[in-house]
């Protein structure tokens, strides 16, 4: 899967780009360069959509599904969602939302962000700490230009991203493409963490605590990106907040 977002709709943390892209053979390209590089990857059964310039969503439907390793995309209510992996819980999930049973994880999702959004008493860490199971996904709210993300801390599902030529961010679990888009400005979407564009990025195991960006190098020592690690010592100074208003942004 392939999402692309201008970089008026996403605020990715600032060590995500490395100023050696624009100083190696190697440059960034435009997002409609990585999206063809990614089409030409996956030339059979590809679906994409644009939303003008400020995003881009593509999906490749796996050759042999199985529950392992699931590739869903769903759509309701202008809230799009890119789905990986499976929720062990899901069933659980479905009857606490008001669900039917049928519902799959993408459609989850949704309704979970739609929720939260709209009328939410919990904030998301918690929602996103309850599923069950190896799992990443990609919500994104064309009505309010939202971009909501996260990646299940067991490591079973690998999600990678990147800044683009014109500082869009870039998230795929093709690694290649990413090297290819993004040049030295990109790393491993961390695992246990969820970004939002307007809250950016938290740890959902760990929401009271800082995040610390460490320098990531390639086989050459030139710095790429960083990894982004929960710092166990210093906790965020803030009261909790409540209420629908808030939740997106804890």
């Known amino acids: 899967m392939l999402a692309i977002f201008h970089k ?22 435009l997002p409609e360069e990585t999206l063809n590089e990614f ?16 995003a881009v969503l593509a999906y490749v439907p796996p050759q042999s599904p199985s529950l392992g390793n699931q590739r869903l995309f769903c ?6 969602c890119l789905f990986l992996g499976s929720l062990n819980n899901l069933y659980m999930l479905n009857r606490q939302y008001g669900l039917s049973k049928g519902s799959n994880e ?52 690998k999600l990678y991203w990147g800044i683009a030529a014109d500082g869009s961010v870039v998230i795929s679990d093709d690694l290649e493409v990413i090297k290819e888009g993004c040049a030295k400005s990109f790393a491993p979407f961390p ?11 938290m740890s959902f195991e760990h929401p009271m605590n800082k995040i610390r960006a460490m320098p990531r190098t390639d086989s ?17 100074n803030s009261i909790p907040r409540v209420g629908s208003e808030t939740n997106w942004t804890l």
Request: with cysteine.
């Open 8 to 29: 008026a709709f996403a605020n990715p943390p600032e060590e995500l780009n490395s100023p050696a892209s624009h100083k190696s053979s190697k440059k960034p390209k």
């Open 39 to 54: 089409l030409s990857h996956h030339p059979q059964n590809t679906f994409s959509m644009s939303f003008g310039n400020a």
């Open 106 to 157: 993408a459609m989850f999702v949704i309704e979970a962000y739609r929720t939260l959004r709209d009328r939410g008493p919990y904030p998301a860490d918690q929602v996103v700490k309850d599923l069950e199971g190896s799992f990443a996904f990609v919500i994104y709210d064309s009505k309010a230009g939202t971009v909501f993300s996260a990646l299940g801390s067991d490591g079973g599902v």
């Open 191 to 201: 695992p246990g963490f969820m970004f939002h564009s307007e809250g950016g990025l």
């Open 220 to 236: 050459e020592g030139v710095i790429c990106g960083a990894n982004f690690k929960v710092d166990v010592y210093t906790r965020v």
């Open 75 to 80: 759509g309701c209510d202008d809230i799009y």
